[in-house]
């Protein structure tokens, strides 16, 4: 009997693993392939995942494998400088391949105690009112107590539930590669300059070491079933640039369509999706793996607080209220920016009239902020703007805020110094006298680093202190 059974050890299954695991709740990851990925993509780590990786002690594992770039410029992959006082200690994005943050992400969860099978695929499942019972696909059985489905965008789990996943079907395809180039650099971005005024799924961008990230419309290329090939990306190149820039030694070659979809809950009793099993869409602006890592973060200690017996009766189902708008938003910035990249007069025009606007640094600062989820603000009630937001990472006396976040507890910091977390201190931490940098006289931190709570009232403090983190303990 394990407490929580993940299908799929993708970025997300694996951070949630590890949520989980701080708080020593028995998990278990089916994962279908014997073997991690092999393919070498690069994605983009945003922010706002910078800075979980900051929060639980991994970011310094994480650096040396990736390489940073300028938080700016994603928004349709319109050429923007960073804008101005991006409010984020890691105020840059992290070009990472993505089997190495799933491996690091796999190896964490590893470490804090979670199991992981390979080569078990979940093929079915029945809840009832003590747990679900997993069903692998060589018909051994399983039990949990809770099933979560983190098993991409073409989910058994999800199927099985039952679970609509309405949307958009995919309607252009792109190629998408990474190959090294045999021309010289100049002579590469002098054309790509050119055309890139008129097409904008076209591009070639150098990631080092002589690997170009190549993009083109799929277009001419025939039959969707069908992996592409090396002369696929040639033949294209060939017919939008007029050369293929004797590109060769491709290391991973793939097509993605545009479709967009969402699943309609997140939850049906004991079991939950999150990541590319809740939602998909196009990949311009790189968020899914963003946006599937911050879902387990949010899911992780409400799930655990469930488990161990604390959690208030409602705080499961903040996981489908915090996170399917945040979801819903996504979509909506990939359809936008989707537009944005036709070739067709109208979505052109409002092109160039985005990119003037984009010139006011508050507009450039919006977007940056959206696709790098820094800007996210859970509804919780009225009050001042900081409420439900994530406070950044600030000095403390201690050192850093994020430095005291690595056990996944909530944290009250308290200037009045009058204040206390008490009954609740098997769940919550306390440090006073922080910081002058907090203009607030007291915060309470959820574990994910969103601010819960601002005030200098005990009576107020625990009420919400119950309203987060349940009954004081004895
Ligand atoms: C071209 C391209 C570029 C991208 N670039 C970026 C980027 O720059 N930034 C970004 O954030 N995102 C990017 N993405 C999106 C990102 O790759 C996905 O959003 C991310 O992989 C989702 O993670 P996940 O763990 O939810 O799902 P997945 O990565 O799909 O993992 C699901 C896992 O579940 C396993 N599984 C499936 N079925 C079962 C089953 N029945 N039982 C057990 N295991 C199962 C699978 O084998 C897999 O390991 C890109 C995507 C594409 C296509």
């Given at each position: 009997m394990f407490d929580v059974i993940i299908a799929g050890c993708g970025p997300t299954g694996a951070m949630l693993a590890a949520e989980l695991r701080l708080h020593d709740v028995r998990v278990l990851v089916l994962e279908k392939e014997t073997e991690p990925a092999s393919f070498v993509r690069i994605v983009g780590l945003h922010m706002r995942s910078l800075e979980l990786m900051a929060m639980r002690g991994l970011l310094d594992r994480i650096l040396p494998h990736g390489r940073q770039r300028p938080a700016g410029g994603f928004f349709a992959a319109i050429p923007k400088p960073v804008p101005k006082g991006l409010d984020s200690a890691y105020a840059y994005l992290l070009g990472i391949p993505q089997p190495i943050i799933e491996r690091l992400l796999e190896e964490h969860a590893i470490e804090l105690g979670a199991q992981v099978r390979r080569g078990c695929a979940v093929a079915g499942f029945e809840q009832d009112d003590e747990g679900v019972t997993v069903e692998l696909a060589d018909g051994q059985q399983l039990r949990s107590r809770y099933l979560v489905g983190c098993d991409g965008a073409r989910s058994t789990v999800r199927k099985l539930l039952g679970v609509g996943f309405p949307g958009e079907p995919s309607r252009t395809d792109t190629l998408m590669g990474e190959m090294k180039v045999g021309v010289p650099q100049e002579e590469i971005a002098a054309k790509v300059t050119e055309i890139s005024k008129t097409h904008q799924r076209f591009w070639l961008r150098p990631f080092g070491e002589g690997i170009y990230s190549v993009v083109v419309?799929?277009?001419?290329?025939?039959?969707?079933?069908?992996?592409?090939?090396?002369?696929?990306?040639?033949?294209?190149?060939?017919?939008?640039?007029?050369?293929?820039?004797?590109?060769?030694?491709?290391?991973?070659?793939?097509?993605?369509?545009?479709?967009?979809?969402?699943?309609?809950?997140?939850?049906?009793?004991?079991?939950?999706?999150?990541?590319?099993?809740?939602?998909?869409?196009?990949?311009?602006?790189?968020?899914?793996?963003?946006?599937?890592?911050?879902?387990?973060?949010?899911?992780?200690?409400?799930?655990?607080?469930?488990?161990?017996?604390?959690?208030?009766?409602?705080?499961l189902d903040t996981y489908q209220a915090e996170r399917h708008p945040v979801a819903e938003d996504v979509l909506d910035n990939t359809r936008a920016q989707t537009e944005l990249l036709s070739t067709e007069p109208g979505p052109q025009a409002v092109r160039r009239l985005l990119t003037e606007l984009m010139d006011f640094d508050e507009v450039n600062r919006h977007l940056i902020e959206k696709i790098t989820a820094i800007g996210i603000r859970y509804d919780f009630g009225e009050g001042p703007d900081l409420l439900g937001r994530r406070l950044r990472d600030i000095d403390v006396k201690q050192g850093h805020l994020y430095g005291l976040l690595h056990r996944g507890r909530g944290l009250l910091l308290d200037r009045t110094e009058r204040l206390t977390a008490g009954s609740w201190s098997d769940r919550v931490d306390y440090l006073a006298d922080p910081t002058a940098a907090l203009d607030v006289p007291c915060v309470l931190l959820r574990p994910d680093g969103h601010v819960a709570w601002i005030g200098d009232d005990q009576q107020d403090l625990d009420d919400h202190l119950a309203r987060w983190f349940g009954k004081p303990a004895d």
């Open positions: 419309p799929a277009a001419a290329v025939s039959d969707r079933a069908v992996p592409p090939t090396l002369e696929d990306f040639k033949q294209q190149l060939r017919t939008i640039a007029g050369t293929d820039f004797g590109v060769h030694s491709a290391r991973w070659l793939s097509r993605f369509g545009d479709a967009t979809r969402l699943a309609e809950r997140y939850r049906v009793g004991r079991v939950l999706l999150a990541g590319d099993a809740a939602h998909i869409h196009p990949p311009i602006g790189g968020q899914g793996l963003n946006l599937g890592v911050q879902d387990a973060f949010n899911l992780g200690w409400k799930l655990a607080g469930q488990i161990r017996g604390w959690a208030p009766e409602t705080l």
